[in-house]
């Protein structure tokens, strides 16, 4: 049986569009020695990983405008400040802290992926709808611009702003309505299994799942943003 006509894909932000420019432990503790911490980006990185997955989602329902960005930003100071201190702390925090957080804002700390511009240009050819749909802050739809990505997406949708985070399918609703398509005509992307793939697919959405290391051909996997035209072809 043939799938519906896709009016619409939905794609994730960092680790789908784009990715880091450095380690982040390297950033991290680089920046650290300017604030008089001599932190290990080893360290850095494994308390990252554990304190971003212990966090609570980054939604916050009826902020908006400069109320929102501080509820951003003290979302990811709690974030920084656990995983500073375990690794032994940086004196300085709060300079530190402040810098950091202007270093993600910034092109400079990103790359977007080889193949994404010619898979976004070729998926605007076919006259789709596109939207970026993240747990990210209000600092997306700029770094998207910066990164000469957001001409391609009639929206970006974040989770802060929306009041709900993946894998919660009321943010796949409101992407859904923000584009005037349903869920059995969109096809959502993304690197994580739980908040991308999963959540997608409970929402009513088809999806693929991005594993950049992948060496198998398994079901609803993609190794690179390449794989959405080749699934799409096989409609």
Not at 51 to 68: K, N, Q
Not at 84 to 103: K, M, N, Q
């Amino acid at each position: 049986m043939n799938r519906p006509a896709t009016r619409a894909v939905l794609l994730d932000a960092a680790g789908t569009l784009f990715d880091l420019a450095r380690p982040l432990g390297d950033t991290y503790s680089g920046l650290a020695d300017e604030f008089g911490g001599n932190l290990d980006p080893d360290t850095l990185t494994a308390g990252f990983r554990s304190a971003f997955a212990d966090a609570p989602p980054m939604a916050f329902p009826g902020r908006h405008g400069a109320d929102l960005d501080r509820a951003e930003r003290g979302w990811w100071r709690t974030v920084v400040e656990r995983v500073t201190r375990e690794a032994g702390g940086v004196p300085e925090f709060d300079s530190y802290f402040d810098r950091l957080y202007a270093h993600y804002a910034s092109a400079r700390a990103w790359r977007a992926f080889d193949e994404a511009p010619g898979v976004l240009a070729a998926l605007r050819g076919r006259g789709v709808g596109l939207a970026v749909v993240s747990n990210f802050d209000s600092r997306l739809p700029p770094l998207l611009d910066a990164l000469g990505l957001a001409p391609f997406f009639d929206a970006v949708v974040c989770s802060g702003a929306v009041g709900a985070a993946k894998p919660d399918g009321a943010i796949f609703a409101h992407a859904l309505t923000t584009l005037g398509v349903d869920a059995h005509e969109a096809l959502h992307v993304g690197d994580s299994r739980v908040h991308d793939y999963d959540g997608a697919r409970a929402a009513g959405l088809e999806a693929l799942l991005v594993d950049r290391g992948t060496t198998t051909n398994r079901t609803g996997t993609i190794p690179d943003l390449r794989g959405i035209l080749d699934w799409l072809a096989e409609a």
